[in-house]
């Protein structure tokens, strides 16, 4: 080191300790993990190629390495230094594929993460991934179910007791959940996040709508501050948040429309003072409120076979997830995080296949039961008849008012020999 850099490093008192990249189908988040509060400016040159976002942290240096970052990013070309505008400063410049109208903020530690500062650079970063389909791809008139994975990239969520992060858990059990949804042939599923990536709150909402979703799944893993606590949980919307929720609404008047449909052309008509708007968002907030109760219901009725539940009803509460006012909202909890021997059950993939397949289950006896207009649904399903000790196909047949070949067909049955205790589907004549 030379005697004229000797000055500059004495009159930095903060570092820049690590960086980490996080590309999502939406954006690139970049952290810079910082020793202490940052001081900083920035400015683009979006003139030429290559596109530039240069970050100048004033009484600076840099720890951290810059190798290899943004390899993951389609959107984030790499990040490097360039010389500083003063001694003891810092300047690090991100080479975009693409102009991108970055925000830059300063978020101070928590109990995960030290102070930072944040840079959020909206652009195609990575390509969705997953079991589940992408909104494009949402085009039959399935019942749509929109799974959101709860935290992910630098939001961990809880960490267990053996170090790990529910976004790693809840994410296994979203994928699991939406290729069990999309075999059965009247649904579909959404994956809100399909990566290690982080997605705000309102944006895990909006997508939902976007996907035209007819329910949205929440999934979580609980933690407490002592390991005794254990077993899962299903919440939905406290009232009281709802109606917070509400005024928000009611104030973006540019999303009246998406959201009241065919009542937009006849709000924006006749309603002068407001009075009509608010009793449609009453209305449609109550009917999403109730849907999602009925659905948390039948979700716990199945939870409870495979594992033990915290709380036999659904819980209300005030989860920004839950506040979509028309798309019917359900929060589960999958297990406690924090418990020892819950923590090795939620990282177990059978455990994860279990979880997955009971809230399918879930979610289809909730659709039976409130079958939407023009699904499968809707249709006349056919019945279950368990088979006893005398009865036969033509018995059978006579009793459901059907024919001995529907119901081979039906069952994929090549002879006509029945067991006791055979399940059977009756076709609807």
Known sequence: MSALAWPAQAMANISIDSVRVWPSPDKTRVVFDMSAAPDFTYFTLYQEKPYRLVIDFKNTNRKASLTNLGEESLLVHKIRTSTPKDAGSTRLVIELAEKSDAKVFALPANDTYGNRLVVDLPGKSVKRSGPAKSVAELKERKVTIAIDAGHGGDDPGSVG????????????VARALAEQINKDPAMQAYLVRTGDYYVDHGIRTQKARDAKADLFLSIHADAFTSPQ??????????????????GRWLEAKERHSELLGGAAEIVQTNDTDGYLTQTLFDMQMDNSMASGYSAAEAILNELGTITKLHKHKPQAASFAVLTSPNVPSVLIETGFISNPAEERNLMSNQHQQKLARSIYQGVRNYFMRNPIDGTVFARPQPTRHVVKSGESLSVLAQRYNTSVRAIQRHNNMSGSVLHIGQVLEIPST
């Open 229 to 246: 606590p254990n077993g899962a949980s299903v919440w939905v919307l406290s009232k009281r948040r709802a109606n917070n929720e509400l």
């Open 161 to 172: 007791p053996s170090g790990n992060y529910e976004k790693h858990i809840v994410l296994k």
